[in-house]
């Protein structure tokens, strides 16, 4: 029960991450995603 606790503590607060960053690169560093017709997926066959 402990570990799964601990998991999902991590799970908690790598989400909380995520989400400071994706705040700072629009706020700070004015960045914004690209419209879905300028997305190129790549692949490394």
Known sequence: ME???GQ???EQST???E???EQKA???LQM???ELS???MVSSD
């Open 26 to 28: 629009i706020e700070q």
């Open 15 to 17: 989400f909380g991450v």
């Open 3 to 5: 570990t799964e606790w």
């Open 19 to 21: 989400g400071r960053i």
């Open 8 to 10: 999902l503590l991590i």
């Open 38 to 40: 300028k997305i190129v």
């Open 32 to 34: 914004q995603l690209p």
